[in-house]
């Protein structure tokens, strides 16, 4: 025999009383700028600045992403790097294949994923 869950009401927020806010065009834009870019409903966003929630961006999430992959990209460069200066015999082999054009492509990398991480760093201190 079945029993059912009789008397048991899960409350969901959409059943509850609106509070309403008033607010000038301008306003009301603004609000719904930072609910977007904090990754919320406009509903959700007041809610939770409401309870005192401390907002962060979306975009600072994106940011962050962006940091650890460059990070991962001048650690590998700069492993084989050091491998490979360290290594006497693979390096004396290269340079005489041109090795000191490749030593140059691949600091020439290093430093344009430096720019990347400087690129990350400064779009993470606008959104701040």
Known sequence: MKTANVGVASATRKGCTPIKVYCLPEERTMIEGLAKI???????????????????????????????????????????????????????????????????????EIRANQERMYSAVQAVKTHL
Do not use: P
Request: with cysteine.
């Open 38 to 108: 904090s990754g919320h409903s406009v509903s959700t966003y007041l809610r939770l600045v409401g309870q005192g929630a401390r907002m962060s961006s979306v975009l600072d999430h994106e940011c962050v992403r962006e940091l650890a992959k460059i990070n991962a990209d001048l650690g590998r460069l700069g492993g084989l790097l050091k491998l490979w200066l360290a290594d006497e015999s693979k390096f004396h082999s290269t340079e005489k294949l041109g090795g000191g054009r490749m030593i140059a492509d691949v600091l020439k």
